[in-house]
C-alpha cells in the first residue's frame, strides 16, 4: 500500500514539475493544476529533494530550468503526457477517433497559402477533432514548439537546431512581383539584381525571415538597395504592388493567380523556401498529432528522432 501510494505521489510530482517547466510560471502552473501557489512550490521542493538537484531557477512567480531541470523533463514530459492522453491513445488503438484536439503554430503565410488543403483533408477524415492554429512570428513557434505548448509546427525552417526534427514536404521558387506595364514587367530578357535595385522594395517586418533572405542576396552581390515600405503579410505586399507603391519578392506560393501583378522568377538569385512539419525530438506524440503527421509523411515514425 505505502509503494503504491508512493508511486502516485511521485507522479503527481513529475506532473506538477512538466506544468511549471511549460508555463515558466508558478501561478500560471497552479491555475492549470486547480492547485495553490504555494502546493506548486512545495511539490517541487520535494522532486529536488528525492532527485538530489536543483530543477528550477526562481525569480518571484517566474521560473526557469536549469541543466538537470531540462535533462529531467525532457526524460518526464512523454511519459505525463503519454498517461494524460492514455484515453485518447486507447480509443485510437480500438480504431476510434472520434474526439480530442489538436495544437498546431503556424505563420500566417503558411495558414493562408500552404496549410488549407492538408487541414481540409484531415477534418474530412477525423470531423470530430478540433484544430487550434496558434498564430506565430520568428521564434515564438520555436519557442512553443519547446515548451510542448503545441503538438507541432508547419513552416519553413533555415536553421534546424539538434533538439528538433525537420521534414520539408514542398518546395516554393522566388519571384519578383511589380504592377502591371511596369518598367521590369516589360525587359525582354532576364531580370538581374542591378535591375531590381533603382526601385523601391516593399518587404515584410524586418523581423521576418523574407527581409533577412532579401538583405542577404543583395549584400552578397553587392547590389544597393532600398526599401519602400514595411507592410505585414504578403497580402498586403500584393495590394501594394498592384496599386503601384513599388516591387516586391516573395515566395511563389502566396500567389493565387487572381493578382493584377507580373510574377517575374529569380531562381538564379534566391534559393528555393521549403516548408516542412517541425517537431520537438524525443516528443510523445498523441494519436491526432500522430495522424496528422502520417498524412504528410507515412514513414515519419518509423524513422529515429
Not at 75 to 80: G, K, S
Not at 187 to 197: A, C, N
Not at 263 to 291: C, E, M, N
Amino acid at each position: 500500500m505505502a509503494m503504491h501510494y508512493y508511486k502516485q505521489t511521485r507522479y503527481k510530482l513529475l506532473r506538477t514539475f512538466c506544468v511549471v517547466a511549460q508555463k515558466e510560471n508558478i501561478t500560471h502552473a497552479a491555475d492549470q493544476l486547480h492547485i495553490s501557489q504555494p502546493t506548486v512550490s512545495l511539490q517541487i521542493q520535494a522532486l529536488e529533494r528525492e532527485m538530489g538537484e536543483k530543477l528550477l531557477e526562481r525569480r518571484g512567480p517566474s521560473v526557469r530550468l536549469t541543466p538537470e531541470g531540462r535533462i529531467l523533463y525532457q526524460l518526464v514530459q512523454p511519459i505525463a503526457a503519454g498517461i494524460d492522453s492514455l484515453k485518447e491513445t486507447f480509443a485510437a488503438s480500438l480504431g476510434k477517433m472520434e474526439q480530442g484536439e489538436l495544437d498546431i503554430a503556424v505563420g500566417q503565410s503558411t495558414a493562408l497559402y500552404v496549410l488549407p488543403k492538408y487541414l481540409e483533408r484531415f477534418c474530412a477524415a477525423y470531423p470530430g477533432i478540433r484544430i487550434n492554429l496558434h498564430n506565430v512570428e520568428g521564434q515564438s513557434g520555436m519557442k512553443k514548439l519547446l515548451e510542448d505548448q503545441v503538438d507541432l509546427a508547419v513552416g519553413p525552417l533555415l536553421q534546424i537546431p539538434d533538439t528538433i526534427v525537420y521534414k520539408p514536404f514542398a518546395s516554393f521558387g522566388s519571384i519578383l512581383i511589380t504592377p502591371e506595364h511596369h518598367p521590369l514587367a516589360e525587359l525582354k530578357r532576364k531580370i538581374t539584381l542591378e535591375d531590381i535595385g533603382p526601385y523601391g522594395l516593399i518587404l515584410p517586418p524586418r523581423n521576418m525571415s523574407t527581409w533577412r533572405m532579401v538583405d542577404t542576396v543583395f549584400r552578397q552581390n553587392e547590389v544597393p538597395y532600398s526599401v519602400a515600405m514595411e507592410a505585414g503579410g504578403w497580402e498586403i505586399v500584393k495590394k501594394y504592388v498592384e496599386m503601384g507603391l513599388g516591387v516586391s519578392i516573395v515566395t511563389e506560393v502566396c500567389l493565387t493567380g487572381n493578382e493584377k501583378i507580373v510574377a517575374i522568377p529569380l531562381h538564379d538569385y534566391f534559393p528555393s523556401r521549403s516548408y516542412g512539419l517541425i517537431v520537438r525530438r524525443g516528443k510523445f506524440f498523441t494519436p491526432q498529432a500522430k495522424r496528422f503527421i502520417e498524412m504528410f509523411d507515412e514513414n515519419f515514425f518509423m524513422e529515429e528522432l
